[in-house]
């Protein structure tokens, strides 16, 4: 079964879709707002959830440490709806153009050929799809971190 298929399958999957997509489509203003009611030190939703869980508050958007960590936390949950709908439109398109096998193929290369992907080399954000060669820095890769559970099921 592949992975358009498994998606389609997904439970609550409108919700699922809003929950995502939510962030690419509001402005930052109310972007904003939204983190700051979660986040807030006094009351936000984060610290009621860690406080039920028997954790102290966490200054979220003060401490240089966490606000660091909620910065890069809302800007993946902003960017990730956005993206998803180009992936999925990308496969499914594959699909419907009958480049099925030629994807499965290209996929085989470049984990068997791409260091790093493979284990023996430092992740990359990028990889030449021909050659395997790891494309801009090293050991940083949301995209892979993402998708690299997606591609070997």
């Known amino acids: ?3 358009v298929d498994r998606l389609a399958g997904l439970r609550f999957r409108a919700g699922w879709r809003a929950v995502f997509f939510l962030p690419a489509i509001t402005t930052l203003v109310a972007y904003a707002v939204v983190f700051q009611v979660l986040l807030r030190t006094d009351g936000g939703l984060a610290n009621q959830l ?7 508050p966490v200054d979220w958007l003060d401490s240089p440490t966490w606000a660091r960590i909620s910065l890069i936390g809302s800007v993946t949950w902003r960017w990730t709806g956005y993206n998803t709908v180009i992936l999925l439109a990308g496969l499914q398109a594959i699909g419907r153009h009958g480049w ?5 193929r290209a996929v085989e290369r470049l984990l068997a050929t791409a260091a790093g992907l493979a284990g023996d080399g430092p992740l990359r954000e990028n990889y030449d799809p021909l050659t395997g060669e790891g494309r801009n820095s ?3 890769s ?5 998708l690299l559970p997606l591609l070997r099921t």
Do not use: K
């Open 138 to 140: 090293a050991n940083f």
């Open 142 to 146: 949301w995209s892979a971190a993402l």
């Open 1 to 3: 079964m592949d992975l």
């Open 100 to 104: 099925d096998e030629d994807a499965r």
């Open 50 to 56: 860690l406080q039920a869980l028997g954790a102290g």
